[in-house]
């Protein structure tokens, strides 16, 4: 089983600044999954905001591009969203999600963390 909390979300102004964290555990993860954040808000489908794969290549949603940036530090197993510019529409719940990358789905999630954007 792999394990995968997040950390870092919180209420901001629109235009602000935030970090999200997800650390990874459980001794079926490594590092060359690929992992990605997700978010959903209220009302809405969950959608895939932003993806790393094994090798440190990055895909993002149209809505995030050149605001968002994915991280992964795998020393530390851990996977980082910095999210600046920030939009009321940003607000949601953000998920890390990792798999087996050979693996259509992903089959690990975290618990979540919210983050709130004021306008």
């Known amino acids: 089983q792999v394990q995968l909390v997040e950390s870092g979300g919180g209420s901001v102004q629109a235009g602000g600044s935030l970090r999200l964290s997800c650390a990874a555990s459980g001794y079926t993860y490594n590092r060359y999954y690929c992992m990605a954040w997700f978010r959903q808000a209220a009302g809405k489908e969950r959608e895939g905001v932003a993806f790393?794969?094994?090798?440190?290549?990055?895909r993002y949603a149209d809505s995030v591009k050149g605001r968002f940036t994915i991280s992964k530090d795998n020393a530390k197993a851990n996977l980082y969203l910095q999210m600046n510019s920030l939009e009321p529409e940003d607000t949601a719940m953000y998920y890390c999600?990792?798999?087996?990358?050979?693996?259509?789905?992903?089959?690990?999630w975290g618990q979540g963390t919210q983050v709130t954007v004021s306008s």
């Open positions: 999600a990792a798999k087996p990358c050979l693996r259509s789905d992903y089959n690990y």
């Open positions: 790393s794969d094994s090798v440190g290549s990055t």
